[in-house]
Every structure is written in structure tokens, then in C-alpha cells.
Nanobody
Framework: VPLMESGGGLVHSGGSLRLSCAAS????????IGWFRQAPGKEREGVSC????????YYEDSVKGRFTISRDNAEDTVYLQMNNLKPEDTARYYC?????????????WGQGTQVTVSS
């Protein structure tokens, strides 16, 4: 698996977590990276993404102002800083990479990291 997520955990509502997506065996510089999440019984949804070209970022409406995506190409790592977490943010979070634009399709996926927000 060329991508590995970390940083998930259990936090109280209002808390923060920082997720990391690390690449193994390939250079993230040339890939757009997306963060997705899937809660039990729900479809997977896109949360945020960052382009490879100019670092443009995009956010799903419910996370705007609370989540921040960033990339450190020197470390081949993309981060998702999540602040003011809410119980509805509870899900398994996945990162994915595509050599195309942020709309994908995404070719490489990690195995995910669980985020649980208690009320």
C-alpha cells in the first residue's frame, strides 16, 4: 500500500486531530491528494483535496473553516488538520492520490484511520 494514514483517535466534541498521509515508494509532488471519509451505513464522501500544481485547496461545505489540508513535499506527506470536531465527523478517513487533477479518479488509496468524536 503506497499510502498510509495516521493520526486518528477518539476526541471530545470541539477537540482537534491532525491526520497524516505518508507516501511510500513514490514522490507525492506530482499527485493531487484527497481526503475522504466513510461513516457506518453511509457512502464515502470527499472531505478535502489539494492540487499538485499550485497547491490549490478545496473543502466540503461542512468542514470549511474547521479543516485545513496542507502538503509537505519534502516529507512526501499531506496533512489534514481538523479543529472544532463534531460527532458527525466520526468516520474512517482515507487519503488517496491521483496524477490527474483533484477531480480524479484517484488511483492509490490508504487503508484509513478511524476518527471518533464523542458528544
Amino acid at each position: 500500500v503506497p499510502l498510509m494514514e495516521s493520526g486518528g483517535g477518539l476526541v471530545h466534541s470541539g477537540g482537534s486531530l491532525r491526520l497524516s498521509c505518508a507516501a511510500s515508494g513514490f514522490n507525492l509532488d506530482y499527485y493531487a491528494i484527497g481526503w475522504f471519509r466513510q461513516a457506518p451505513g453511509k457512502e464515502r464522501e470527499g472531505v478535502s483535496c489539494i492540487s499538485s500544481s499550485d497547491g490549490s485547496t478545496y473543502y466540503e461545505d461542512s468542514v470549511k473553516g474547521r479543516f485545513t489540508i496542507s502538503r509537505d513535499n519534502a516529507e512526501d506527506t499531506v496533512y489534514l488538520q481538523m479543529n472544532n470536531l463534531k460527532p458527525e465527523d466520526t468516520a474512517r478517513y482515507y487519503c488517496a492520490a491521483t496524477p490527474r487533477g483533484v477531480t480524479g479518479p484517484y488511483d492509490y488509496w490508504g487503508q484509513g484511520t478511524q476518527v471518533t468524536v464523542s458528544s
